[in-house]
């Protein structure tokens, strides 16, 4: 499933690097402790969290994590947006819960990690 795909299933919003829409991503890692996101070791995912601060860019960008959603409708800053930016990190901002975020790419067939 492409990252544009993926936003528009989850009525998402890209905010950032949109310009690889074609990206693929076949795999999903809902979080909020990024500590958890450290210890993935899986190419094309996507991690889904609420945590809407520079520490999930920062994580992704060690864990290889091409896009980031946030979810609960969190507002992403501009310190956030400009380190994503940096490191060619896609954001995507979704008004829906983690989990329901997670269970829309589970039915479209997006894998878990676990």
């Not at 210890?39 to 860019?57: C, D, F, P, R, S």
């Amino acid at each position: 499933m492409t990252i544009q795909e993926i936003s528009n299933l989850i009525e998402g919003k890209v905010l950032c690097c949109g310009d690889v829409p074609d990206v693929k991503i076949d795999y999903a890692f809902s979080s909020d402790l990024m500590s958890d996101v450290l210890t993935l070791q899986q190419e094309h995912m996507v991690l889904i969290t609420g945590l809407a601060n520079l520490q999930a860019i920062r994580t992704s960008e060690m864990s290889d994590i091409s896009c980031v959603i946030f979810a609960r409708d969190k507002k992403i800053g501009e310190d956030i947006l400009s380190l994503a930016m940096e490191n060619n990190i896609t954001l995507i901002e979704s008004p829906h819960s983690v989990f329901h975020i997670s269970g829309e790419l589970y039915k479209a067939g997006i894998k878990s990690i676990y």
